[in-house]
């Protein structure tokens, strides 16, 4: 396997770890961020005076300054890139490419979040838009909702290429089987394709269980260059390539609501991993609406343009057993997803990796550990898109 920057540095995630997740009614964003922070740092079995970059966004107006701050850091190299749930797949890209040319050694990306707490407490109202300015000033009038936009390219989907509302339902009954074997998922209990279909209608044609959960929760990874490997306790997962795209920021611009942005990022990744799409085990992908794990799927190279629907059928995505496992902890539909989730995804893809993913562990085709995994981030209502290819030795 190659470093994703040829002639540099190669990069290894050394460190992973959630905060307590789900429902923390008593807690900060800011100590969600420590307490990720801390683990992640336990878990590589690093010292905190070895990180020198950060890589924040979602809190204050100074993300990585705060941030840092908070956690007693002076670092040398920071990002606060904000692309919505993609925002940490593209980090990551970024920070990989800042340790391989030597403008960084340890980079810690962290996240936290209480958006489920905030709502129950009145702190804040549930996010359905994203305001009214800038070019989203000519949507807003009209209602246009994060949900409302989904439900809309999931819609066209649906009428170009003939997929189903049972084949967007089944993304949700796997990913709730995954979640059934995680212990950190907020809901586990399992569910069938008639509890998806007959739900409350939230926007059409996507119902309850189409729609992800509101959690709180954090979590944070640690980057480091090749030479620091040798003093981690943990086994390494190396970045092995990376790609971002942005394709739009208004309705009216994107070009295909069939085609989200991973179809640029995915391509760029796997150019640079010098690897395809079926030889991955393992795909973690951003799942705040069913349609977005068919979409992304399809885009990614593992089904052609408008054959998702008949992809996730028969329990693909499952696991246990399935053909291509895909958000094995049960996703931001089952396990969590306090916001820009794209952090959990990473997180996830390296404990698969390493065989650290208990009951939900995948396997390859030959029965042993997986070597290969994709984790691929989606933002606002498929504007951004980062995907990043990772392996184990």
Known sequence: MT?????SRKVAVVGVALSDCGRVDDATPYALHAQAARR???????DRSLVDGVASTGTGTLAPAEIAEYLGLRPTWVDSTSVGGATWEVMAAHAADAIAAGHANVVLLAYGSTARADVR?????GTFAFGGRGPLQFEVPYGHTLIAKYAMAARRHMIQYGTT???LAEVAVQARANAALNPEAMFRDQVTLDDVLSGPMIADPFTKLHCCLRSDGGA????????YVQDCRTSPVWILGAGEHVSHASLPEWDDFTVSPAA???RLAFERAGLRPEEMDFAEIYDAFTYMTLVTLEDLGFCEKGEGGAFVEKGRLRAEGGELPVNTDGGGLSAQHPGMRGLFLLVEAVRQLRGEAGARQVRARDGGLPRLGVA???GGWFCSSGTVVLGRG
Not at 40 to 46: K, Q, R, T, V
Not at 220 to 227: G, R, T, W
């Open 3 to 7: 470093a994703r920057t040829a002639g």
């Open 40 to 46: 992640a740092l336990a878990d590589a079995g690093l």
């Open 121 to 125: 407490a009145g702190r804040r109202t």
């Open 165 to 167: 509302i049972e084949q």
């Open 220 to 227: 944070a990874i640690l980057l480091a260059a090749e030479e």
């Open 264 to 266: 640029v990022s995915g």
């Open 376 to 378: 691929s981030g989606t």
